[in-house]
Structures are given as structure tokens and as C-alpha cells.
């Protein structure tokens, strides 16, 4: 009887070993990607999924409204590193969904365009409005951003929004479903976090608190590609750049911020204890590469010059991505074109 009881013990223990083994907090854990991966897997992500649309007034050029994505990478032991091809959200899907002012969420990317008036008349002017206090005021349970620019535009403030990585971090529980904590967790934004709200320690929109959960993930980043300027060009004291990013190093860690402008590799926020004048300085230059293969020109992300051609395999192009924005265009206070609409 007692050498039956000792087996039992014996099969149940081995039968939790066993089991635990394949859980994924204890799988192998894989090198993050370098500066140099990062940078392909970013121009791959931006090549397929950079949103814009064709303004319903003919006098303004095609738009690439601020956006943000989320995604989990996984690895690929045969290639030995983090494979982007296998992120397979079908490109006219997610276009889709965030151009109609949507959030795409699904187990692998979640993504989101910023939300702002009066911008929404021209990117999506039949969704429905998700502002609770604008209903109220318009007296009304639900409505269209055109039925409240013609009964009730007043009820909105010029210029109000829900910014891209707010919108992508309340949506952040598709993630993490069936979670696999070896994945490469990819959070992208065109531009660098502002002061006043995205990295603001006081701003109800603040994503501090939010953001802290990509650190579910072991390998984890957060990048952008320009550095934020508010609208009108008026340049923000380094101050409060750098005290923004610190703010953010604090949550996801310095070094796992990354600056990436469409040549290769990216550069690392983080110089020892202090932030890197390059994710800051609006004309400070690149710094020098540990490891900058030959490039080859493809489309790049703003303020790019050039980018190695991607190692993922992935072939399809975006041929919305064919304009660098600049130029005359207005920019929003992340950095980012807009379109403007005001009631004549």
C-alpha cells in the first residue's frame, strides 16, 4: 500500500513539472532585439500599416492622421530572432477599422488613430460619437460627428482629442489574452510622449499608469520617430522633453525607449543615466552606430533618410505611405498632420 501511494505521489509530481515546464513565464528567454532588428521590424510595421485617407475637401492633400500600434512579435527559433512576417493582421483591415475612427484589437496588434475635433469631419464623419459630456449637451444618447458639427458644434472644444496611444492602451486586454511573455511587445507612435498630457504625471489622459503593462512581456520597446512639436512650431524646452521620456523610462525603462526615424539602426534613448540629446533634440544629429550595415533607399518613416531593405520577407506594399509629411502642412501638437475643418 505504501509503495502505491509513493508512485501516486511520484506521478503527480512529475505530471507538475511537466506541466509547468510549458508554461510560457517559463520558456526560454530570448535576447531583445537589437537596435538594428528594431529598426527593420519598425520600417516592416510602418511600410504595412501607416494609415491615411483622402480629405473630403479637395483643396487638402491626402492625410496621415497620428496613429499608434501595439504588437506582439513572436520569435522564430529557425531564424533566431523575432519574425515580423508572422504579425499577419490583414493590412485593409486594420486601414479600415482606424480610419472610420475605430480601434483594431485583436490577439496580436492593437492600433488606433488620435481622436480630434474638429478632424473627425473629414476622417470619419459618419462614426459615432464615444464623448459622453458632447451627447449630454447635444441633449442626445447618440449622434454623428456631422450631426454635431450641424445641431451642436458648439458642445465641443477646437482642438479636443483622445490621443492614438491613450486610445491603444485602453484596449490593451486583446493582448493579453493567451499571453506569451517571450514575444517581442512593440509599442509604436510617430512622436516622441508630450509633457502635457501623454507623460503628465496630473492629466487624466496620461498613459503612465496604462503603459506600465507592456512590461508583461520580458522583451519589450517603446519607439517613436520624430520628436514631439506642438502645433504652430513653437519648440518645446528640452526640460520638459527630457523630463517627459524620464517619466516614461521610469515605467517601461530608459533603455527600452528607442528613437527610430527610418535609418537603420534605431537609437537608444538612454546614454548611461541620462537621455540621448538625439530622442530630444530636434536638429541634434544622429549618434554614431555600434553596428550600421549598408542602407538602401525604401519608404521611411518622418524624418528618415533611409532604411535597409526589411529581412522579413514581407512583400506587400502600402501604397498610401508614398508621402513624407512636412512641408506646409498643418502639424497637430503630437507632431503629425491634421486636417482642419471649421464651419463656414
Same mark, same amino acid.
Given at each position: 500500500?505504501?509503495?502505491?501511494?509513493?508512485?501516486?505521489?511520484?506521478?503527480?509530481?512529475?505530471?507538475?513539472?511537466?506541466?509547468?515546464?510549458?508554461?510560457?513565464?517559463?520558456?526560454?528567454?530570448?535576447?531583445?532585439?537589437?537596435?538594428?532588428?528594431?529598426?527593420?521590424?519598425?520600417?516592416?510595421?510602418?511600410?504595412?500599416?501607416?494609415?491615411?485617407?483622402?480629405?473630403?475637401?479637395?483643396?487638402?492633400?491626402?492625410?496621415?492622421?497620428?496613429?499608434?500600434?501595439?504588437?506582439?512579435?513572436?520569435?522564430?527559433?529557425?531564424?533566431?530572432?523575432?519574425?515580423?512576417?508572422?504579425?499577419?493582421?490583414?493590412?485593409?483591415?486594420?486601414?479600415?477599422?482606424?480610419?472610420?475612427?475605430?480601434?483594431?484589437?485583436?490577439?496580436?496588434?492593437?492600433?488606433?488613430?488620435? $481622436?480630434?475635433?474638429?478632424? *473627425?469631419?473629414?476622417?470619419?464623419? !459618419?462614426?459615432? #460619437?464615444?464623448?459622453? /459630456? @458632447?451627447? &449630454?449637451?447635444?441633449?442626445?444618447?447618440?449622434?454623428?460627428?456631422?450631426?454635431?458639427?450641424?445641431?451642436?458644434?458648439?458642445?465641443?472644444?477646437?482642438?479636443?482629442?483622445?490621443?492614438?496611444?491613450?486610445?491603444?492602451?485602453?484596449?490593451?486586454?486583446?493582448?493579453?489574452?493567451?499571453?506569451?511573455?517571450?514575444?517581442?511587445?512593440?509599442?509604436?507612435?510617430?512622436?516622441?510622449?508630450?509633457?502635457?498630457?501623454?507623460?503628465?504625471?496630473?492629466?487624466?489622459?496620461?498613459? $503612465?499608469?496604462?503603459?506600465? *503593462?507592456?512590461?508583461?512581456?520580458? !522583451?519589450?520597446? #517603446?519607439?517613436?520617430? /520624430? @520628436?514631439? &512639436?506642438?502645433?504652430?512650431?513653437?519648440?518645446?524646452?528640452?526640460?520638459?522633453?527630457?523630463?517627459?521620456?524620464?517619466?516614461?523610462?521610469?515605467?517601461?525603462?530608459?533603455?527600452?525607449?528607442?528613437?527610430?526615424?527610418?535609418?537603420?539602426?534605431?537609437?537608444?534613448?538612454?546614454?548611461?543615466?541620462?537621455?540621448?540629446?538625439?530622442?530630444?533634440?530636434?536638429?541634434?544629429?544622429?549618434?554614431?552606430?555600434?553596428?550600421?550595415?549598408?542602407?538602401?533607399?525604401?519608404?521611411?518613416?518622418?524624418?528618415?533618410?533611409?532604411?535597409?531593405?526589411?529581412?522579413?520577407?514581407?512583400?506587400?506594399?502600402?501604397?498610401?505611405?508614398?508621402?513624407?509629411?512636412?512641408?506646409?502642412?498643418?502639424?497637430?501638437?503630437?507632431?503629425?498632420?491634421?486636417?482642419?475643418?471649421?464651419?463656414?
Amino acid at each position: 500500500m505504501a509503495k502505491l501511494w509513493l508512485m501516486a505521489v511520484l506521478l503527480l509530481l512529475s505530471a507538475s513539472v511537466g506541466s509547468s515546464m510549458y508554461r510560457p513565464e517559463n520558456q526560454p528567454h530570448f535576447p531583445r532585439p537589437d537596435e538594428t532588428q528594431i529598426a527593420e521590424i519598425v520600417n516592416d510595421l510602418w511600410n504595412r500599416y501607416r494609415p491615411s485617407y483622402q480629405s473630403r475637401f479637395n483643396k487638402h492633400p491626402r492625410r496621415f492622421p497620428m496613429f499608434s500600434l501595439a504588437v506582439r512579435i513572436p520569435y522564430n527559433n529557425k531564424m533566431q530572432q523575432y519574425d515580423v512576417s508572422r504579425v499577419n493582421d490583414d493590412t485593409e483591415n486594420v486601414w479600415r477599422k482606424i480610419i472610420k475612427c475605430d480601434v483594431y484589437a485583436s490577439k496580436t496588434m492593437v492600433a488606433a488613430t488620435v $481622436l480630434r475635433w474638429p478632424n *473627425v469631419l473629414d476622417q470619419c464623419p !459618419n462614426a459615432q #460619437v464615444p464623448w459622453k /459630456k @458632447v451627447l &449630454k449637451k447635444c441633449r442626445s444618447k447618440s449622434m454623428t460627428w456631422d450631426e454635431v458639427n450641424n445641431t451642436c458644434s458648439g458642445a465641443v472644444r477646437f482642438g479636443r482629442a483622445d490621443h492614438a496611444e491613450y486610445r491603444v492602451l485602453k484596449h490593451f486586454n486583446t493582448l493579453m489574452k493567451n499571453i506569451n511573455r517571450n514575444d517581442f511587445l512593440l509599442f509604436y507612435v510617430p512622436a516622441s510622449p508630450c509633457d502635457q498630457k501623454c507623460a503628465s504625471e496630473t492629466s487624466r489622459f496620461s498613459i $503612465l499608469e496604462k503603459i506600465h *503593462v507592456i512590461t508583461e512581456w520580458r !522583451n519589450h520597446a #517603446v519607439v517613436f520617430s /520624430k @520628436v514631439f &512639436k506642438p502645433k504652430g512650431g513653437e519648440e518645446v524646452p528640452v526640460g520638459n522633453l527630457t523630463g517627459a521620456l524620464e517619466r516614461l523610462g521610469e515605467k517601461v525603462g530608459l533603455q527600452n525607449i528607442l528613437r527610430c526615424d527610418g535609418s537603420v539602426p534605431c537609437t537608444s534613448c538612454s546614454s548611461g543615466k541620462d537621455v540621448t540629446p538625439f530622442c530630444y533634440g530636434i536638429n541634434a544629429p544622429k549618434p554614431a552606430a555600434r553596428d550600421n550595415p549598408p542602407s538602401t533607399s525604401v519608404n521611411v518613416p518622418p524624418g528618415g533618410n533611409a532604411n535597409a531593405p526589411s529581412k522579413t520577407g514581407q512583400k506587400k506594399k502600402n501604397n498610401n505611405n508614398n508621402e513624407n509629411p512636412g512641408g506646409s502642412t498643418n502639424v497637430d501638437e503630437e507632431g503629425w498632420q491634421i486636417a482642419v475643418q471649421r464651419r463656414g
